[in-house]
């Protein structure tokens, strides 16, 4: 198993070294190994050169795609189903709830995320799962602090968190047991937060809104109050996620804007791994959630923007 540490120029062997050395009891009977590997920085151009720097550097896969993103035509389908009945606004509004709901019991930063399931011919919305962040939750106060300021458990994001009680109530679904879920509890909390924590969590979690067998969050919405950052942006795309609406831009963590503006006060990364199809396996339609007072009396669509 490989399990890649970071770029070289972040981290020397002689850092990684003395963590492993200090945690060697993690990997008994097996010994810690470190290897310093070159990776192209830039995307194949033929199956020939993915097929060579395979062989000499890293798994590399080449994808001939459209580099462009998608067609306008499907961008306004999606904007007008989204644009129903305000349905946006609502959702970020639920998101804004969770997250504000498991910030003042302490369990993480006012961060929500909530997944939308628009079944049916007539593409009718309903509300999947709910989640707040909970980074916080079960750490001592020593590893968290008490501004919750750290890190603390990452699999706590509100985005890993929602995605994993998606995951938890397919498999419930599938065994007849929804509303026994909390029976179903072995009493230990898994570290992936994967349970309703909150009362909001809760009422949303027991809805039938979902199909027992489906594929991971395949064809679900995700609505999510902040830009994810690059571990739940990877999140979203391994759970094959359709569309993602997010609300605040996060300069130095997000993984969705495209546009490399770190310049202003609305920076960015400029990742954009919503729409890499050169690189990853999966893409998704993804909007900015833009509010303003000027926009209030006008629809929603003037405020979501590719």
């Not at 890293?58 to 349905?87: C, F, K």
């Not at 963590?253 to 770190?262: D, K, N």
């Amino acid at each position: 198993m490989y399990l890649v540490a970071g770029p070289s120029n972040e981290i020397t062997i002689d850092a990684l070294n003395h963590v492993f050395d200090n945690h060697l009891d993690l990997f008994v009977p097996l010994k810690p190994v470190i290897r310093t590997v070159p990776v192209p920085s830039l995307v194949p151009t033929s199956a020939a050169q993915a097929s060579l720097w395979t062989e000499k550097f890293w798994p590399t896969v080449y994808r001939n795609t459209n580099p462009y993103g998608p067609h306008p035509s499907i961008i306004r389908q999606a904007e007008l189903e989204l644009m129903v009945d305000n349905g946006v606004q609502e959702w970020m509004h639920l998101a804004r709830q969770c997250g504000k709901d498991n910030a003042e019991v302490g369990f993480g930063i006012e961060v929500g995320a909530v997944v939308v399931n628009r079944a049916g011919k007539e593409k009718v919305a309903h509300v999947v799962a709910v989640a707040g962040d909970a980074r916080c939750y079960g750490m001592p106060t020593d590893v968290v602090g008490t501004d919750n300021s750290v890190s603390g458990n990452v699999m706590g994001h509100a985005v890993m968190r929602v995605i994993s009680i998606v995951a938890r109530k397919r498999v419930l679904m599938s065994n007849n047991n929804l509303a026994g879920w909390e029976a179903s509890k072995d009493g230990v909390t898994s570290p992936f937060l994967d349970e309703p924590l909150t009362q909001t969590e809760r009422e949303r979690f027991v809805a039938q809104t979902l199909e027992p067998n489906g594929y991971l969050c395949l064809d679900l919405e995700l609505y999510v109050t902040h830009e994810p950052c690059v571990m739940c942006s990877m999140a979203i795309l391994h759970s094959r996620f359709a569309r993602v609406v997010f609300g605040q831009r996060m300069a130095k963590t997000g993984g969705l804007c495209a546009e490399a503006t770190t310049e202003s006060k609305h920076g960015s990364l400029g990742y954009g791994l919503f729409w890499r199809p050169m690189e990853l396996n999966w893409k998704c339609l993804c909007w900015e959630f833009i509010e303003d007072s000027k926009y209030m009396k006008s629809s929603i669509g003037d405020k979501i923007h590719v």
